[in-house]
């Protein structure tokens, strides 16, 4: 339960799934102001029972487990490699942050990285030449193009430039058409919502028949992971802006994956005891005692949401490092398609 008041400073324990349940980890919560006498004499001890889900080691679980699948499909092939193409557009230090951690990640399950840089003013033409040179390179079995675009780029008709087989990211409306419909399969899963089904999944949340809200519905995570959810049998509900009574809707569920872009949104009160609670945002909010002078957020209340949770994803360490993961995993599962079609 959330306490209003909790006098000192409280420990919580949160257990991280991949490590062993005897060495949980300690948690120093926020020391919250005492407000009235009779609170300052209630002294409680906030014990959560939520599992931490480190996707930070989960991701260095699986791109392991990718390392020796292309080993062992480079021993297969020929020495034929995997190999995926980065496309930053403009100077964005997030950008540009990410797609480097793209290519180390690459580098060290074995896969062959290129990339293409163009500045701001590129025009779209310019891009859509970068991907059609891409899309008919054979060394190439992925390409990327990283998002967002500078505004007077039309996103989405360079995302469906890319060709469909080549589409890791799994924005082309046909990959996103067919993740829509029953009995068909979509040849990529877009990484980030792709990667909250694999932190479920790994950490043993069972998804069949469960009630599951997804708090945003962007075309990159909200809308694919309610599709994924669906897929695995769960009943979904669909959370936005317009959306009544959104906290109650998220109080009946026994999973939610939170990813509106707010700042801790999901409070402790939207959270069901029990629920497992998966936090895609990233928020950056002002914080004079952090050496960069602020500190990353989710769009979930990690402290409150972390007492009535059984599972929760810290933020940073939680889908972030997954996106990267599964962004691999579809690269080589592409090329594993074009190698076995080749041979
Ligand atoms: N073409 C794409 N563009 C973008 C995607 C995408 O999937 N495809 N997703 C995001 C950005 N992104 C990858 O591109 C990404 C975001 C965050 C992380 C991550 O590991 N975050 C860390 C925190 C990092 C920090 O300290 O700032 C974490 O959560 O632990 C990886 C990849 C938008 N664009």
């Given amino acids: 339960m959330a306490l209003a008041f909790a006098t000192a400073v409280s420990f919580k324990q949160v257990q991280p799934v991949s490590a062993p349940r005897a060495n949980p980890r300690v948690v120093l919560t926020a020391r919250r102001p005492q407000r009235t006498a009779a609170a300052r004499r209630v002294t409680m001890t906030i014990t959560s029972s939520a ?67 163009l500045p701001e003013t590129a025009s779209e033409d310019e891009v859509l030449k970068v991907v059609a040179a891409y899309n008919a390179d054979p060394a190439v079995h992925g390409i990327l193009v990283q998002l967002p675009l500078p505004k007077h780029i039309n996103e989405q008709k360079v995302l469906d430039a890319i060709s469909i087989e080549k589409d890791v990211d799994g924005f082309h409306p046909l990959n996103i058409g067919a993740l829509a419909m029953r009995g068909r399969d979509p040849l990529f899963v877009p990484c980030t919502p792709k990667g909250c089904l694999e932190l479920l999944k790994r950490s043993g949340v069972q998804l069949a028949g469960k009630k599951a809200a997804v708090v945003g519905r962007s075309n990159i995570v909200g809308m694919p992971a309610a599709l994924l959810l669906q897929r695995e049998d769960a009943t979904v509900t669909v959370i936005h802006s317009r959306t009544p009574d959104a906290q109650k809707i998220c109080a009946e569920a026994d999973i939610i994956i939170a990813a509106c872009g707010r700042a801790e949104m999901v409070g402790g009160d939207w959270v069901k005891p029990g629920a497992a609670v998966i936090d895609v945002g990233i928020n950056a909010v002002d914080d004079p005692s952090a050496k960069r002078g602020y500190r990353l957020v989710g769009d979930v209340d990690f402290a409150a949401a972390s007492e009535r949770a059984s599972h929760i994803t810290p933020v940073p360490g939680g889908v972030g490092p997954m996106t990267i993961a599964m962004l691999l995993r579809n690269c080589v599962d592409g090329a594993t398609r074009t190698f076995a079609a080749q041979a």
């Fill in 51 to 117: 599992k931490l889900i480190d996707g930070k080691a989960i991701a260095e679980t699986i791109r392991q487990e990718l390392k020796a699948e292309v080993d062992e499909l480079k021993a297969k092939h020929g020495g034929k490699t995997p190999g995926l193409a980065v496309v930053l557009v403009g100077e964005r230090k997030d950008s540009q942050t990410y797609v480097r951690n793209k290519k180390k990640a690459c580098e060290e399950v074995g896969i062959a990285s290129f990339g293409t840089d």
